[in-house]
C-alpha cells in the first residue's frame, strides 16, 4: 500500500508542489497556505499564485523548493490587470464578463526583489497549525494537549479515541505522537487516532484537512453521537489504550467505555488512561462521580496555566539615546553621582547667567546647557572608560545585560483536565497464572500452618545453633590468645639467655 506521506510526520528538507507550509509573519501571526505551481498569469498577477501579506507580496515560485525555515524577501509584482480599474459589462443575470486581458493565457513572469519585507517558510507542525488554523470550536492549545498525551501515555504505536473533533488541533498532535509508520497492510496494525465528531458541517471540514495533509491512514474520523451509538469502528473494536473526551456531557459517554458489556472498544489486556477536558467545575463533579461508579481508579484533576519568559537584551545608562532595548536609567552609583554633579553644575551656571542678566552684565565663555561632546568614550559600571570596537558595533543584539521578563496575563484556556485509569479485567485465566506462580494456602514456613509448639521448637533450635556459633568463635579466640601469649613468653626466655652467660 502506498501513502503520500504527510508534511505533518515527514516533510522532507525543502519545500515541494502542493505541499502545505505555515508562513511566519511575526512573533505570534503564522498562516497556512497551500503552495502552487503557476504556468500562466493567475487572478490577475502576472507571476502566478500570489500570497499578499502587510509585508509585503510573495509569488508562490519563490516558495518552492527551498530549505524549511528559509528567509524570503518580497517580490515587486506585476498586478496586470489587477492594478488598472476594471470596467464590469454586466449581462441580463447581473453576472460580471470576463475581460479580454484576463480570457488570453499568459505564461508566469518572473518575480524581481523588492526593496523591503520578507516572511519566514516554515514546515507545518501541530504547534504551528494550532496558531494558525482555521477555529470552529474552542481550541486545545499546546499547553494542554502536550500534557494530556503525556498522562495518558500516547507513544508510537498508541491507539487513541477521541471525541468531540472540532477545530483538528488536538488530532494533529496526537497523530504525531502516535505514528509509528504507515500500514503496509490492512492487518498491519499501527499507531491510529478514532476521532469522532457529532456537528455535520465541522465533520465534513475536518475530513477535507485530514485528506489534504494526507493523514488519512493515520487520523479515522467518523460522524457520530457517541451519548447514544459507541465508540465501535465498523462494528469493531479499534482496542483503544488512551481516551481523550472533549465533550459538553462526558459522563454520558462514559458507559461505552466499559470493559463490563459485552463489546467494548477498549483494550481488554492493558490498562487505559482516559482525560476529559471540561470548562465548568460541575461537569468535573458529574464525570467524578460517573468513573467512579464503573471502576476507574487514580482519579484526579489538573488545571494548566502557561506564562511566557520573554528574554532580550538590555542597555543601562543616563548617556544612552532613547532607542529599544535601551534603559535611561543610572548603570552604577558612580553614574547616577556623576549625573547629578553634571545637572549642579548646569544649575550653579543658569543661575549665575539669570543674575548677570538682571544686572545688565554679561558672562564671558559661559555654557549654560553644556552636554557630553558625542565624542566623548561612554564609562563603564566600574568607573573606567569602555571603548567599544568595530565588532561590538556591528553586533547590537550582542550588547547589554541578558535579562527576562514574563507576561503579566495568564494565556491559556481555562478548562479542567480529569484523568482516570481503567485496569484490565481480572479473568478465571489470570486467576489460575496467578495461583500458579504464588500458591495461595501450600506455602510452607508459614505461621498460619505452624503450630505453637513447632514454632517454638524451631526458635529453640535457632538460639542453640546461634550459641554454639558464639561458643566457637570465644574458643578460636581464646586459643589464639594463649598461642599469642606462648610465643611472647619464648622470645622473652631466648632474649635473656645470652645475657646471664
Known amino acids: 500500500m502506498d ?17 502545505l507550509a505555515i508562513v511566519s509573519l511575526a512573533r505570534d501571526d ?29 509569488p ?35 453576472t460580471p464578463t470576463v475581460s479580454q486581458d484576463e480570457s488570453r493565457p499568459t505564461p508566469a513572469k518572473k518575480a524581481t ?27 486545545v492549545y499546546t499547553p494542554d494537549y502536550s500534557y494530556i498525551l503525556q498522562r ?20 494533529h498532535a496526537s497523530a504525531r505522537a502516535v505514528y509509528n509508520g504507515y500500514p503496509k497492510s490492512k492487518t498491519d496494525i499501527k499507531g491510529k487516532v478514532f476521532s469522532f465528531e457529532f456537528n455535520e458541517d465541522r465533520f465534513h471540514k475536518m475530513t477535507e484537512e485530514i485528506e489534504s495533509h494526507s493523514l488519512t491512514e493515520i487520523v479515522q474520523i467518523q460522524h457520530r453521537d457517541v451519548y447514544r451509538d459507541g465508540f465501535m469502528v465498523e462494528g469493531k473494536s479499534p482496542n483503544a489504550t488512551a481516551v481523550f473526551l472533549d465533550l459538553p456531557a462526558p459522563w454520558k459517554a462514559l458507559q461505552h467505555l466499559s470493559r463490563r458489556s459485552g463489546s467494548s472498544p477498549l483494550d481488554p489486556k492493558q490498562s487505559v488512561h482516559i482525560c476529559t477536558f471540561s470548562p465548568c467545575i460541575e461537569q468535573v463533579s458529574r464525570t467524578v462521580t460517573e468513573l467512579r461508579t464503573l471502576g476507574w481508579t487514580d482519579v484526579d484533576m489538573v488545571e494548566i496555566s502557561q506564562k511566557r519568559l520573554n528574554v532580550t537584551r538590555e542597555r ?6 532613547n532607542e529599544r532595548g535601551n ?12 549625573k547629578l554633579r553634571k545637572v549642579n553644575k548646569q544649575n550653579k551656571q543658569f543661575q549665575k547667567a539669570q543674575i548677570a542678566q538682571n544686572n545688565g552684565t554679561t558672562v564671558d565663555a559661559m555654557v549654560v546647557d553644556s552636554s557630553a ?68 494456602g501450600r506455602e510452607s514456613k508459614i505461621i498460619g500452618n505452624v503450630d505453637k509448639q513447632a514454632r517454638k521448637k524451631e526458635k529453640r533450635e535457632q538460639l542453640e545453633s546461634r550459641s554454639k556459633k558464639r561458643k566457637g568463635k570465644d574458643e578460636s579466640l581464646s586459643s589464639q590468645t594463649k598461642k599469642h601469649k606462648m610465643n611472647n613468653d619464648t622470645q622473652a626466655e631466648s632474649e635473656s639467655a645470652p645475657a646471664t652467660e
Open 3 to 19: 501513502f503520500t506521506p504527510s508534511p505533518f510526520l515527514e516533510p522532507g528538507q525543502r519545500t515541494r508542489v502542493g505541499s
Open 30 to 58: 503564522f498562516d497556512a497556505i497551500r503552495l502552487e505551481k503557476s504556468s500562466g498569469a493567475v487572478d490577475g498577477y502576472a507571476e502566478g499564485a500570489v500570497l499578499n501579506t502587510r509585508f509585503g507580496s510573495f
Open 60 to 94: 508562490h515560485s519563490t516558495l518552492l523548493d527551498i530549505p524549511w525555515g528559509s528567509q524570503v524577501r518580497a517580490s515587486a509584482v506585476d498586478t496586470g490587470s489587477r492594478g488598472r480599474k476594471r470596467r464590469l459589462e454586466t449581462t441580463d443575470d447581473d
Open 113 to 139: 526583489v523588492a526593496s523591503s519585507g520578507f516572511i519566514y517558510i516554515l514546515r507545518p507542525s501541530p504547534e504551528l497549525w494550532t496558531s494558525s488554523l482555521p477555529h470552529r470550536t474552542q481550541v
Open 152 to 171: 495518558i501515555r500516547a507513544r508510537p504505536g498508541t491507539r487513541i479515541i477521541e471525541a468531540g473533533a472540532g477545530s483538528g488541533s488536538f488530532s
Open 316 to 321: 543601562v545608562g543616563v548617556n544612552l539615546p
Open 327 to 338: 534603559s535611561q536609567t543610572p548603570a552604577d552609583v558612580l553614574e547616577a553621582v556623576t
Open 373 to 440: 561632546p558625542a565624542s566623548a568614550p561612554a564609562r563603564a559600571s566600574d568607573g573606567q572608560e569602555k571603548i567599544t570596537s568595530d565588532e561590538d558595533n556591528d553586533k547590537p543584539w550582542m550588547q547589554g545585560r541578558l535579562i527576562h521578563r514574563s507576561e503579566s496575563d495568564l494565556k491559556t484556556h481555562t478548562s479542567y483536565l480529569v484523568f482516570a485509569v481503567l485496569p484490565p479485567e481480572w479473568t478465571e485465566e489470570d486467576e489460575e497464572k496467578a495461583l500458579a506462580k504464588w500458591p495461595c
